[in-house]
């Protein structure tokens, strides 16, 4: 689900903030809730550190 209009780019898998740009393969096939929330402007910075880049 996508909430336009938040503070700053996030993502939410199972109500908790995640700093990563995937997730992995078994909550998906468990069922995952996923909340996005984009903001006007793009966050550059979200999901480069090391910890968010896929395995």
Known sequence: ???????????EVNGRSSDRSWTEARLVTRGVSLTYR???????GWA??????PQ
């Open 38 to 44: 984009s903001a006007e402007q793009p966050n550059t």
């Open 1 to 11: 689900m996508a909430v336009p209009g938040g503070v700053g780019d996030a993502v």
């Open 48 to 53: 480069t550190a090391p910890s968010g880049i």
